[in-house]
């Protein structure tokens, strides 16, 4: 999930990881809570991503204000929770879904002159961000409880 501190949330669910699922299984009680250490470890690079390709930036504060939860497990799903918010919770939302997001050259749609603007990133960066880690997160995250498995014996 991601989620933009109470001003709106965007929910993804990845498809395409059957053989991840396949996995999963054999691995019994502790896959859950080794599928939740790496999908935390992979909240952390899409807000890499997000921040370095994606979030339009002028102060540096959305930037600055990415977060993850902790992973929740439950009887039936592991949820990750990543966004951006604090106190650009409210910027945050209406950026993302603003179109002239990191693309106004300075000017309003009024033709106003804005004091500062952001030169770089655009709208729909936390869901562009995702779809672009989409392809192979199931790929990853398999890498990332392959290695924590085999951390734990050997």
């Known amino acids: 999930m ?5 001003s709106g ?3 993804f669910s990845i498809s395409g990881g059957d053989a991840l699922v396949a996995k999963l299984e054999k691995l019994g009680r ?8 790496a999908m935390f ?9 997000c921040k370095e390709k994606y979030v339009p930036r002028d102060t540096g504060d959305l930037a600055g204000s990415f ?5 929740v497990i439950t009887a039936y799903s592991v949820r990750q929770v990543l966004g951006f918010g604090g106190a650009a919770a409210k910027y945050a939302w209406v950026t993302h879904e603003n179109p002239r997001a990191g693309k106004t050259g300075g000017i309003s749609p009024s033709g106003r002159r ?19 880690s ?5 790929r990853r995250l398999g ?5 924590d498995w085999q951390g734990l014996f050997f």
Not at 2 to 6: K, S
Not at 67 to 71: A, D, K, S, T
Not at 134 to 138: E, G, I, M, Q, V
Request: charged share 30%.
């Open 30 to 37: 502790m896959a859950k809570p080794l599928l939740a250490r």
């Open 67 to 71: 977060y993850r939860e902790p992973p």
């Open 9 to 11: 949330s965007l929910y």
């Open 114 to 132: 804005y004091k500062h603007w952001a030169e770089v990133g655009g709208w729909k960066y936390l869901e562009r961000s995702m779809n672009a």
């Open 41 to 49: 470890e992979e909240a952390e690079k899409i807000g890499e991503l």
């Open 143 to 147: 890498a990332r409880i392959q290695r």
């Open 134 to 138: 989409a392809r192979h997160l199931p």
């Open 2 to 6: 991601i989620d933009f501190t109470g």
